[in-house]
Nanobody
Framework: QVQLVESGGGLVQAGDSLRLSCAAS????????MGWFRQAPGKEREFVAT????????YYADSVKGRFTISRDNAKSTVYLQMNSLKLEDTALYYC?????????????????WGQGTQVTVSS
């Protein structure tokens, strides 16, 4: 079992930056691929970014590529999402998720554990 707790969300202006954190506890964190997803009101949950067990492989949604960076610190059992040049359309509830396996995936159904989410609101 893996427990995930997100933090770092907030209200920012367009163009600002935020860094989300996801602290994991439970089974060995370093063997899990991790991902970030988001869900805006009235929309389905969508993939944002994923990282493999070592941090050596990452993948991003086209909408955030070049602006967001996913990283992990296995010693701290934490995964991060650095979000730069935030846009109004980035407003959503951001979720951290973990897979039981080490390889990345973009599909939410491929993830086994989920956090409660942290709200990111971008204003003009």
């Amino acid at each position: 079992q893996v427990q995930l707790v997100e933090s770092g969300g907030g209200l920012v202006q367009a163009g600002d930056s935020l860094r989300l954190s996801c602290a994991a506890s439970g089974r060995t964190f370093s063997s899990n691929a991790m991902g970030w997803f988001r869900q805006a009101p009235g929309k389905e949950r969508e993939f944002v970014a994923t990282i493999n067990w070592s941090g050596g492989r990452t993948y991003y949604a086209d909408s955030v590529k070049g602006r967001f960076t996913i990283s992990r610190d296995n010693a701290k059992s934490t995964v991060y999402l650095q979000m730069n040049s935030l846009k109004l359309e980035d407003t959503a509830l951001y979720y951290c998720a973990a897979r039981r396996v080490a390889t990345t995936s973009v599909g939410p159904d491929e993830y086994d554990y989920w956090g409660q989410g942290t709200q990111v609101t971008v204003s003009s």
